[in-house]
Every structure is written in structure tokens, then in C-alpha cells.
């Protein structure tokens, strides 16, 4: 198949997702072959564009305090040494029409666009396993937290982080499993529901008073 | 030495044929975990509390162990038990070859995707989309509209039709290519809904 989108000129995205916990071992360890296989996809692989996705072996998400790290510690030391084109997915463990959805969610967008990453994909709530728990609403706070951290100082990126990822992280296992698409939509318009909007806006109130300039 | 040239497909296809011979057991269990902590220690490796790095010293002893790492372990074919191997030359060349710039979909709806560099003031590309999880057949386009329809969504990627027709759309069955081609023409529609029809899926 490469060969033929090779010989097609298509633009070819390699998506490698590394577990933290497995193979690799401890946060350095799997960021080291988190670099290796990025730097494989481009050059083994033919890749343009490369999609990351450090997740966690004991909850299956990308938003944890370690796949975090993993993710922005890979994406950083590349971004100083090449122009490649960096991408990173969105595995909250929190289903949609919550809090703790959302902010899971703006809290990687934030530290993915501050650790250089040019393209955020997502986002796949629930741990993408759930079907119909997944909308439009989460992609908003995805691209609004990345939009209000863009440019900030790194430093100041780091407190909101600390902040946010300590206020979520002791609730993995009683993560809210939210609402299905057609409970947070009203499927005919594709309108958010009023109970959608409010849950947004109070997360979006809490970014806020964390230092977040977000819209 | 200098580089041949940058690897292209035929050529890795053909190291991986030569490749030395290794068992998935040796690979996960022993060279990935030991070669892995070698250059942890090697480079001195250790990581603070913050998330993101500011150090420039340990961003560059990280991206030189994840360069050896690649070039003294390679890659591992499962399918055929062999290991492909690449210069530090090859990579660096590969990297050159490599695209600095694309643009992702047409006319009024295109989006330039390129290097921002550290946390630049340019915000990255926003690709809405449920990436993989499972989606009814009775709402996808629904849901991919509204992806589309958010003014922050440059991009999208789509989820997984759950069923076509009622029939479950399971590898290596022929349900999975209709499915497939249902998926494409229900985003195709959610675009086109959203007044965005050209939009990079």
C-alpha cells in the first residue's frame, strides 16, 4: 500500500501510539522510542506528517500526568532539531457533557501546542471505546486551548498544567462515563443541548481562573 | 559514511528481507527494554516535574538517544522476524527529503500545515473527529457535522462505522469495504453540510 500512495503522491500520515508501562518501560525510556519510531516514520516509512499518541497502560488514555510528559518531552527535543510536521491524538478517559471531559481534553491541547506540535487530533472521549461518545463540542476546547496557549511562556504553561492535571488525575476510576451523541445533540439541527453548552462554559470559566486566556 | 540515499520503500523493503533474524520474545522482552534504559543512562536522561521541557541541554541528549536508539536497534517486521537497520546518515537525509510544508484540502477550505517551531504564536491544525471510536451508522454524519461545523476545526478525521446496513463491518470481510466507502461518503456529506466542502478528511 505505501508504495502505491508513494507513487500516487498522497499525503501519507504514520500514526504510532507508545504505551507507557510496556515495552519500553519507565517516562524517559518510552520517550526515547517515542523519538526513535517518529524519526523511523519519516524516514522508513515515507511519512509527511506523524501522529503520536503516548497512552497508558493501566487507563488506556492519552491525558494522564505521564503520557503527557512523554508526548511533549518527544515533540520538544524534535522540534529543536528538525521542521517535521508533528501530530498528537486525544484519549480522555471521561465521556462527553463533562467537566472532567473537557478539561482532560484542553489540558493536552495545551501541552501539545506548547511543546510545538503543529496538528491536534481528536477527540476520541471515553477512551474512544464507547459507541456515540464522542462530539463536536470536544474538538471546540481542543482548538480553543490551543489557540489561548499558543505563544504563552513555557513556564506558565507548566503551572496551568500542574494545576489541571492534578486536579483530574486521582478520579480515573470514577471517571464520569458522560452522554451519547444524541443526548448531547439535538440530532435533527446537530445543536448542542443547553446542558452541553452550560458544562462548557463552566469548564471554560475554569481554564480561565487557571491563567488560560481562552475564548 | 555519506548516505547512499534517503531510503525509499523498495529499498526498506529489501533490507527487511536481509534483515538479522529475531523472535517477537527477544525483541519486546529484551533488546527494546535493555537498549532503552542503556541510553536513558547514557545520556544521562532524567525527567523534573514539568510537563514541558524547557531545558534545551536535555532536549538535545533526548533527541541524540532517540536517534541512536533507532540507528543501533532499528526496525522489527514481525511478519517476517527480521530487523531492519538505517544509518544515522540515512535519517538525517530522510528527514531532509521530507516535506517541509503541506496543504491540507482545497480552495477556500485549505489549510497550511506547517512547522511552528517551540510555542510559536500560530495556533497548530485543529482536526475534529471521534479518531477511531465507534459510531452508529444511524448518526455518522450527524456526528461528523459536528466536527465540521465548529469555527475552531480546520480538519477532519473520522470514526468507525460500527455497522453497515445492520451488518457488522468486520476485517477481512467484504462488510468492511462497504462500510469504508459508507464512511467516506457520509463525511463527504457532514463537510457539505457545514458549508466546508472542501475540507482535508
Known amino acids: ?215 | 559514511m555519506a548516505a547512499v540515499r534517503p531510503l525509499n520503500v523498495f529499498d526498506a523493503y529489501n533490507r527487511n528481507l536481509k534483515g538479522k533474524k529475531v523472535t517477537e520474545a527477544e525483541w519486546d522482552y529484551q533488546i527494546i527494554p535493555g537498549n532503552a534504559a542503556k541510553l536513558k543512562e547514557k545520556y544521562n536522561i532524567k525527567f523534573g516535574k514539568e510537563i514541558v521541557p524547557e531545558d534545551k541541554d536535555l532536549k538535545e541528549r533526548l533527541f541524540q538517544a532517540g536517534l541512536e536508539m533507532l540507528v543501533t536497534t532499528g526496525i522489527y517486521n514481525a511478519d517476517l522476524g527480521r530487523v531492519l537497520t538505517i544509518s544515522e546518515e540515512e535519517v538525517m537525509e530522510g528527514i531532509k527529503k521530507t516535506p517541509k510544508w503541506l496543504v491540507l484540502g482545497e480552495n477556500r477550505d485549505a489549510v497550511r500545515f506547517e512547522p511552528r517551531k517551540g510555542n510559536a504564536p500560530r495556533k497548530p491544525v485543529i482536526q475534529g473527529g471521534p479518531t477511531g471510536a465507534p459510531v452508529s451508522e444511524e448518526v455518522f454524519v450527524q456526528i461528523m457535522q459536528s466536527y465540521a461545523q465548529e469555527a475552531v476545526v480546520d480538519t477532519l478525521v473520522n470514526g468507525v462505522m460500527a455497522t453497515i446496513e445492520g451488518n457488522g463491518a468486520a476485517t477481512n470481510t467484504p462488510w468492511e469495504i462497504r462500510a469504508m466507502m459508507a464512511e467516506l461518503r457520509a463525511v463527504r456529506e457532514a463537510r457539505i453540510r457545514a458549508g466546508r466542502p472542501y475540507m482535508a478528511i
Open chain 1, 1 to 215: 500500500m505505501l508504495a502505491g500512495w508513494v507513487a500516487q503522491g498522497n499525503t501519507i500520515m504514520i500514526e504510532q501510539m507508545p504505551i507507557f508501562g510496556g515495552y519500553c518501560g519507565g517516562v524517559e525510556e518510552t520517550t526515547i522510542c517515542d523519538i526513535a519510531t517518529t524519526l523511523a516514520s519519516f524516514t522508513v516509512f515515507h511519512a509527511n506528517y506523524h501522529l503520536d499518541g503516548p497512552i497508558h497502560i493501566r487507563w488506556g488514555i492519552t491525558t494522564s500526568r505521564e503520557t503527557l510528559q512523554i508526548a511533549a518531552h518527544a515533540a520538544a527535543a524534535i522540534d529543536a532539531h528538525t521542521d517535521l510536521l508533528l501530530a498528537n491524538q486525544y484519549y480522555p478517559i471521561a465521556g462527553p457533557c463533562t467537566e472532567m471531559c473537557l478539561l482532560e481534553t484542553a489540558t493536552q491541547a495545551i501541552s501539545d501546542t506548547a511543546s510545538g506540535r503543529e496538528l491536534l487530533s481528536g477527540s476520541a472521549a471515553a477512551k474512544g471505546v464507547v459507541q456515540d461518545k464522542t462530539t463536536g463540542m470536544e474538538a471546540r476546547i481542543m482548538g480553543e486551548a490551543a489557540a489561548a496557549t499558543a505563544g504563552m511562556k513555557i513556564s506558565e504553561v507548566n503551572e496551568i498544567l500542574e494545576k489541571l492535571v492534578s486536579g483530574y488525575e486521582g478520579n480515573y476510576k470514577s471517571a464520569p462515563a458522560g452522554k451519547r451523541f444524541q443526548e448531547c445533540y439535538n440530532v435533527k439541527t446537530v445543536q448542542p443541548t443547553d446542558e452541553y453548552l452550560k458544562v462548557y462554559d463552566g469548564a471554560v470559566a475554569k481554564l480561565r481562573d487557571l491563567g488560560l486566556n481562552i475564548r
